[in-house]
């Protein structure tokens, strides 16, 4: 049976190492996984089968760390990502369900953080956030849980427009009704709930009780 005869840690990659049996380059491995090899040692072939398909294991586990790294994920877009590494689905589907065990993977929280975020920085209602979520391959009960919890159209709408006001503060009234409006209305809100929002914050910067015309009735 072949012998390790070298253990090398990769020049390029210090987390891996190079396997030797019998004086000549046999596979690589994670660190961790040829933690318990030594010079010396004999590999028959199912203990070498067995070191590969854990090394794999590892491999996909510690991408999608680094995938998650960046920013939450929904689980679609790690198995995506996994994939483009050509890991096997049965390797994919077990290093999400360890990541879903251990907390790290979770579409409910995910949309949660979503929205919370889209809701902060970015406003808008509630028919888009769910579009944005099932792009990410959330499910619709997911998404109606989330958003069951999120802020009412008339709020979200509210936000947004504060947020856009000072760029049409100087405008008069069809410009600011214009702007505004069509600035909330490619956020996804209706008419219904843009046109007392726009009432409003017209009357907020014109305390002098500037009027406004018939035009937006049209």
Do not use: C
């Not at 000549?24 to 030594?38: N, T, V």
């Not at 990502?81 to 369900?97: C, D, G, H, M, R």
């Not at 409910?108 to 769910?130: I, Y």
């Not at 709408?157 to 000072?166: G, V």
């Amino acid at each position: 049976m072949p012998k390790i005869t070298a253990i090398e840690i990769q020049k390029k990659n210090p987390g891996r190492v190079n396997i030797h049996l019998d004086g000549e380059f046999a596979f690589g491995l994670s660190r961790l996984a040829a933690a318990w090899l030594q010079v010396g040692q004999v590999l028959d072939a199912e203990k070498v089968a067995a070191l590969q398909a854990e090394d794999a294991r590892e491999v996909a586990l510690q991408k999608a760390l680094r995938f998650l790294g960046y920013r939450a994920r929904s689980l679609r877009e790690v198995r995506e990502n996994l994939q483009k590494y050509a890991i096997s689905e049965a390797v994919i589907e077990l290093t999400i369900k360890r990541l879903e065990e251990t907390g790290l993977l979770n579409d409910q929280e995910f949309a949660q953080a979503w929205v919370e975020n889209r809701n902060t920085f970015r406003p808008r209602s509630s028919r888009v956030l769910a579009l944005e979520l099932r792009r990410k391959g959330l499910a619709d009960e997911v998404i109606s849980t989330t958003l069951a919890h999120s802020l009412d159209e008339s709020s979200l709408a509210r936000e947004a427009a504060r947020k856009y006001l000072r760029k049409v503060a100087g405008l008069d009234w069809p410009g600011f009704r214009s702007k505004l409006g069509g600035f909330l209305g490619r956020r996804g809100f209706a008419y219904a709930v843009v046109a007392p929002v726009l009432r409003e914050l017209w009357a907020e910067i014109h305390p002098d009780g500037s009027t406004i015309t018939n035009e937006y009735e049209d």
